[in-house]
T-cell receptor
């Protein structure tokens, strides 16, 4: 099964860029990597996903390593509202019932 | 925001009583999911549905049953609640298992 590894926690100063890493050395060549985040007392929300090249949207950027064994979620200017748990999600597998596995993610603290 | 509601949002019940949680969507998505979230465990999938009357087990399905008689509603039932089922329950929807999931606001269940 594809698995991911993320740091348990990270800190960032407000208005500075944040780079959240994720290792996913076992994904296959056609697997998308998804990122979600969960704000305090809320359900998770989709952030971004990508396959090979870097991806951008209004929330964040996703940089995927050339060998696809790792990716980095980039928040260009952290705000206090970005304090959340960020999940790097491996692709579902048919042998796991096509289930997303969320794990425990990275808890991001933003310091004013 | 995706149209997903959960009811009730909070519930306190006694051990041994039956409990039903409801998830309602207005997006006409085929897939619906029930997760539970506990400290230190992240989100864990309980059951999911891939169509009306089509459901399958997730990672932590023991003690739970589900039903989906209409596209828009997915019910989670605890036949006889136990204290270990005290948790926050999230419903999610998606168009396919590889697509992004959209989450409801959650139901906080306390079993005393």
């Amino acid at each position: 099964d594809a698995k991911t590894t993320q740091p348990n926690s990270m800190e960032s100063n407000e208005e500075e860029p944040v780079h959240l890493p994720c290792n996913h050395s076992t994904i296959s060549g056609t697997d998308y990597i998804h990122w979600y985040r969960q704000l305090p007392s809320q359900g998770p929300e989709y952030v971004i996903h990508g396959l090979t090249s870097n991806v951008n949207n209004r929330m964040a950027s996703l940089a995927i390593a050339e060998d696809r064994k790792s990716s980095t979620l980039i928040l260009h200017r952290a705000t206090l509202r970005d304090a959340a748990v960020y999940y790097c999600i491996p692709p579902p597998r048919s042998n796991t019932g096509n289930q997303f596995y969320f794990g425990t993610g990275t808890s991001l603290t933003v310091i004013p | 925001d995706a149209g997903i509601t959960q009811s009730p949002r909070h519930k306190v019940t006694e051990t041994g009583t039956p409990v039903t949680l409801r998830c309602h969507q207005t997006e006409n998505h085929r897939y619906m999911y029930w997760y539970r979230q506990d400290p230190g465990h992240g989100l864990r999938l309980i059951h999911y549905s891939y169509g009306v009357k089509d459901t399958d087990k997730g990672e932590v399905s023991d003690g739970y049953s589900v039903s989906r008689s209409k596209t828009e509603d997915f019910l989670l039932t605890l036949e006889s609640a136990t204290s270990s089922q005290t948790s926050v329950y999230f419903c999610a929807i998606s168009e396919s298992p590889l697509e992004s999931q959209y989450f409801g606001p959650g139901t906080r269940l306390t079993v005393t």
